[in-house]
């Protein structure tokens, strides 16, 4: 399954962003997905991640109560909507889908093309 991101751009510091997430040969809805981000000279690291069996969600602490991971199910998509952005929330964003366990979530099955996130002050 390739997942492709979507959505990014550049904005303002406080600004919003909603990323999409995409599959072309896959019904989302069927798996549990991630988003994870990638820094200029940083390791990847989780953002935020859904179940697909009870829509349970995983989120790091630095974006708890600014972002929102969901899904729509009519398009096919992961959402992440993205508000207050900050400078450090500048990076590479992916999905990927994941398994979940113990509040942790851990990807598979490759990475897709990203989408940049810049935020400037």
């Known amino acids: 399954v390739q997942l492709q991101a979507s959505g990014g751009g550049l904005v303002q510091y406080g600004g919003s962003l909603r990323l999409s997430c995409s599959a072309s040969r896959a019904t989302l809805e069927l798996y549990s997905i991630g988003w994870f981000r990638q820094a200029p000279g940083k390791g990847r690291e989780r953002v935020a991640c859904?179940?697909?069996?009870?829509?349970?969600?995983v989120y790091q602490d630095a974006v708890k109560g600014r972002f929102t991971i969901s899904r729509d199910k009519v398009e096919n998509m992961v959402h992440l909507q993205m508000n207050g952005l900050r400078l450090e929330d500048t990076a590479v964003y992916y999905c990927?889908?994941?398994?979940?366990?113990?509040?942790?979530?851990?990807?598979?099955?490759?990475w897709g093309q990203g989408t940049q996130v810049t935020v400037s002050s």
């Open positions: 990927s889908l994941v398994h979940i366990q113990n509040m942790r979530c851990t990807p598979f099955g490759g």
């Open positions: 859904m179940s697909e069996s009870d829509g349970r969600t």
